[in-house]
């Protein structure tokens, strides 16, 4: 009697990259996510520091965690 070897499912991808242009894009719900709320994360900083010259800079620095995770993400999500 042959043994079944469990399958692995194909993983998922949350981006493409572009037709046009450089850079990728979002595909599925996940993907969506990620670029809303990195988009809309410098607003609740903004407002709770007042927009003081420290939510500026957090808001900088939130921005560029927000690019090297997204550059990362997209480098083990994207396609190839």
């Known amino acids: ?3 079944m070897e469990p399958q692995e499912s194909p993983r998922r ?3 493409r990259q ?3 242009g ?3 894009t979002p595909i ?3 993907g969506w ?3 809303l709320v ?3 994360s410098p607003i609740p900083i903004l407002i709770l520091t007042h927009a003081s010259l420290l939510g500026v800079g957090l808001v ?3 921005v560029l965690i927000g690019f090297l995770f997204v550059a990362a993400l997209t480098s083990w999500q994207g396609d190839s």
Do not use: A, I, K, N
């Open 1 to 3: 009697m042959p043994v």
């Open 13 to 15: 991808r949350w981006f």
């Open 18 to 20: 572009r037709t046009f």
């Open 22 to 24: 450089y850079g990728w």
């Open 28 to 30: 599925t719900w996940e």
């Open 33 to 35: 996510l990620v670029t």
């Open 38 to 40: 990195l988009t809309l």
């Open 60 to 62: 900088l620095l939130v």
